[in-house]
């Protein structure tokens, strides 16, 4: 039988949707963006994001740099977005050019106005069990389980990918909800045997069909957070014929993908909401 395919694109709307009501309620919510360079597809989530923001009513400002510009001009542009009471929330859009140091600046953004939760503080939060700004992109992975009722509690969830963005987090929210967590990774031997053993698989590699139809058990939740540009077009890190072995899935595109955007918003309602107090 075939999967029932995770809808991410409708789950994104109805979130984007309640955004928009918590933007007006709060009386508006400023975003800034910094872009450093004209990388194209950095380019184009920085447009996705502020399309999405300013349909939920945000103010936004988009600032541009060039991509030659110094450590310590960036931090005082960082600084002063800090300071600017216009400003809820912030974002500095990675990758970051060679010369800069992209943890100092990491460490720069105001840890209540950091909306991609990538501030050290607000990982250390998750990592003590109290989220609070936490990546967008696993807050998505969570609430896709959560609108699919999935069983966590007890269950055995197998996270493929330990970046500090997406695997990680995902990793501490599976667990905090009483999953049994393993975590694979480049240095992990015999994938397979892992994968087999999930009740709940997370992958998130950025290697196109990583996990096939034979690495999954039958029944298995299968959340594929991939993006990779193919000659083919764009695939996740699952092949699309886990379809046929798993209970539940993710399409790519149309699954974890527009869930990011809808809960980087919601990040954003949180860090106005956080001001007020
Ligand atoms: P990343 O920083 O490159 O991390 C990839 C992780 O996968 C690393 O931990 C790496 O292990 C592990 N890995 C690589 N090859 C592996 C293999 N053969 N077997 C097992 N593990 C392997 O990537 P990321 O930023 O986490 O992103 C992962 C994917 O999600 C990418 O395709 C990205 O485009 C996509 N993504 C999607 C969204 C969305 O909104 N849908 C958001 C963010 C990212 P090591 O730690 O040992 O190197």
Do not use: W
Request: hydrophobic fraction near 50%; charged fraction near 25%.
């Amino acid at each position: 039988m075939a999967a029932m395919m995770m809808d991410g694109r409708a789950l994104a709307e109805r979130i984007r949707a309640e955004v928009a009501e918590e933007v007006q309620a709060l009386g508006g919510i400023g975003l800034a963006t910094v872009l450093v360079g004209d990388d194209p597809a950095s380019d184009i989530y920085i447009r996705r994001k502020h399309e999405a923001a300013e349909a939920a009513g945000f103010r936004t400002e988009d600032l541009r740099l060039p991509a030659e510009i110094s450590q310590e001009e960036l931090l005082d542009r960082v600084a002063a977005l800090n300071a600017d009471h216009a400003i809820d929330a912030l974002l500095v859009q990675l990758p970051l050019p060679d010369q800069i140091d992209e943890d100092e600046i990491i460490r720069a953004v105001d840890p209540g106005k950091d909306v991609d939760g990538f501030h050290p503080l607000n990982a250390g939060e998750l990592l003590l069990g109290r989220p609070g700004l936490v990546p967008a992109t696993a807050r998505g992975v969570m609430a896709l389980l959560a609108e699919y009722r999935i069983e966590l509690d007890g269950a055995r969830a197998v996270v493929v990918g330990r970046s500090e963005i997406v695997g990680k987090p995902v990793a501490q929210l599976l667990e905090q909800a009483n999953a049994t967590v393993t975590v694979c990774h480049s240095h992990t031997r015999d994938l397979a045997r892992q994968t087999l053993d999930a009740e709940v698989l997370v992958v998130a590699a950025g290697r196109a069909e990583i996990v096939s139809p034979d690495m999954v058990a039958v029944g298995a939740v299968v959340i594929d957070v991939g993006i990779n540009r193919t000659a083919a077009g764009l695939v996740g890190d699952v092949d699309p014929g886990v379809a046929e072995i798993a209970a539940f899935m993710t399409p790519v595109p149309g699954g974890v993908g527009p869930m990011t955007i809808a809960c980087l918003l919601e990040n954003a309602v949180a860090c106005a909401r956080r001001r007020e107090r």
